[in-house]
């Protein structure tokens, strides 16, 4: 069974400080991982996604993810916090090539943006 | 469409109630997922639909909740003698297909409060 862990559950940076999400995720077979980002009273919108090919993934608004096989992690990073940033982000993880891309999602990490 | 769209956005109901939320996925997606998020949660896997078919629909708390996809298009989320326990946001996706490793698209939800 799949599974994903975020540590932490609130996180606060100051505007233009470095953004750093955990994630870290159980997969019994090689992993899809993504992470989603949620403003308030809107649906999920997709950050960024591994699918196996680069380990260093870059997505929209200057966030960027690693995956690291040997941590079994998948933590995002941003260099400089925007205020716009602030809003509830999720890790998420399925099993590749069973022709259900089911996802497993973290409980989430609400980042809030210090000015 | 340009997304997915999904009606109501908000429905209050009583207990006992019957209630269809609708979902419109993607233009030319295969793949379709209801989801349902409760307050300070990730969302949770409800079904999956791959075509008209629903391939897998382990994520369905009860035999109160229902789903159906008759066309490949729309889907509509049925839930029956609702309880105060289904208050949730239930959120719906789409993607290309399976095996695409392309993420999915999300709805902006419908906001279901059973009182």
């Known amino acids: 069974a799949q599974s994903v862990t975020q540590l932490g559950s609130h996180v606060s940076v100051s505007e233009g400080a470095l953004v750093l999400l955990r994630c870290n995720y159980s997969?019994?077979?090689?992993?899809?991982l993504f992470w989603y980002v949620q403003y308030p009273n809107q649906g999920l919108q997709l950050l960024l996604k591994?699918?196996?090919?680069?380990?260093l993934v870059k997505g929209i608004n200057g966030f960027e993810a690693e995956f690291k096989k040997s941590e079994t992690s998948f933590h995002l990073t941003k260099p400089s916090a925007h205020m716009s940033d602030a809003a509830e982000y999720f890790c998420?993880?399925?099993?590749?090539?069973?022709?259900?891309?089911?996802?497993?999602f973290g409980t989430g990490t609400r980042l809030t943006i210090i000015p | 469409g340009a997304g997915v769209s999904q009606t109501p956005s908000n429905k209050v109901t009583e207990k006992g109630k019957y209630v269809e939320l609708r979902c419109d996925p993607i233009s030319g997606h295969t793949a379709l997922y209801w989801y349902r998020q409760s307050l300070g949660q990730g969302p949770e896997f409800l079904i999956y639909f791959q075509g008209t078919g629903a391939a897998d629909d382990s994520g369905l708390p009860n035999d109160r909740f229902f789903a159906v996809r008759p066309e490949g298009s729309v889907s509509t989320l049925k839930i029956q003698r609702t309880e105060r326990g289904d208050s949730a946001v239930y959120l719906c996706?789409?993607?290309?297909?399976?095996?695409?490793?392309?993420?999915?698209?999300f709805g902006s939800g419908t906001r279901l409060t059973v009182v």
């Open positions: 997969s019994s077979v090689p992993p899809y």
């Open positions: 998420a993880v399925s099993d590749r090539g069973f022709g259900n891309e089911k996802l497993t």
């Open positions: 996706a789409s993607s290309l297909g399976p095996g695409q490793g392309d993420g999915y698209t």
């Open positions: 591994y699918t196996s090919a680069a380990t």
